[in-house]
């Protein structure tokens, strides 16, 4: 009498795999809800973003030019998931979000190591303090950049810093519903360091808002900062096609 005996692996296989990868995104998960967020600037950007971060259980730490102790108001209205910090303390967190007007960039930047740093370019390039979203002031804002895009300069103050543009192309207004059922706004973002972006799309995406990756640095910031063609337009995001 021959015996044969059926040995199937595969049920075994796929139970580690399965397991492999809960723990994997147990970790991941765990990792994205620990991770501090910096904001150097504490205007609209940050009160909006910051919200919505502190909504998906993350901790921001906030500063300015004048100093933790004069953020007390602010960090308080934004709850508990708020800190106030140096721009040190911000810089040190997992992800830093530049947040300043334009004119006051070269002085948030100034005396920080970025080298390895994520940061988050928010800004958007107005030659003035006040913005002026005319048509002649837009194109008076985008001339002076002289061809290049604002983050490309960023870049460049911001010596060694792992740099995503994102958060810019529309006005806060705009994403201000911090309800659960929130639209699914679209928020742009590209970046030339594949790991910094996906950290950057998956931290946006934590929130409920949408990031859509353009691509590299030049052209896909080119296509989202101040004056071009994505720039202030409101996209919700509805599906993806899949392709296999």
Not at 31 to 54: D, E, P, Q, Y
Request: hydrophobic share 40%; charged share 20%.
């Amino acid at each position: 009498m021959q015996i044969v005996h059926h040995c199937n692996h595969k049920p075994a296989l796929a139970t580690r795999l399965e397991k492999a990868h809960g723990h994997y995104m147990d970790n991941k998960m765990k990792k994205m809800s620990v991770m501090k967020v910096g904001f150097i600037g504490a205007g609209n950007v940050t009160a909006t973003i910051g919200r919505h971060l502190i909504n998906a259980s993350r901790t921001i730490v906030v500063s300015n030019s004048r100093g933790p102790e004069t953020l007390g108001k602010f960090v308080a209205e934004l709850g508990p998931g708020a800190i106030a910090g140096t721009k040190q303390q911000a810089a040190e967190c997992d992800i830093v979000i530049l947040a300043t007007k334009w004119v006051n960039v070269p002085e948030a930047l100034k005396g920080v190591d970025w080298h390895g740093r994520i940061l988050v370019d928010a800004t958007n390039a107005h030659m003035d303090s006040k913005a002026d979203l005319s048509l002649a002031g837009v194109t008076r804002s985008r001339a002076a950049l002289k061809a290049r895009t604002s983050s490309e300069m960023v870049a460049e103050m911001a010596l060694g810093a792992r740099l995503v543009k994102s958060i810019s192309n529309m006005p806060m207004e705009w994403i201000q519903d911090f309800s659960p059922n929130k639209p699914r706004t679209v928020i742009f973002t590209s970046g030339d360091d594949a790991e910094a972006k996906q950290s950057v799309i998956e931290l946006i995406n934590s929130t409920g808002l949408v990031a859509i990756d353009l691509g590299p640095l030049r052209t896909g910031g080119a296509m989202q900062e101040l004056g071009a063609p994505l720039s202030g337009i409101e996209f919700h995001f509805v599906q993806r096609l899949h392709r296999r």
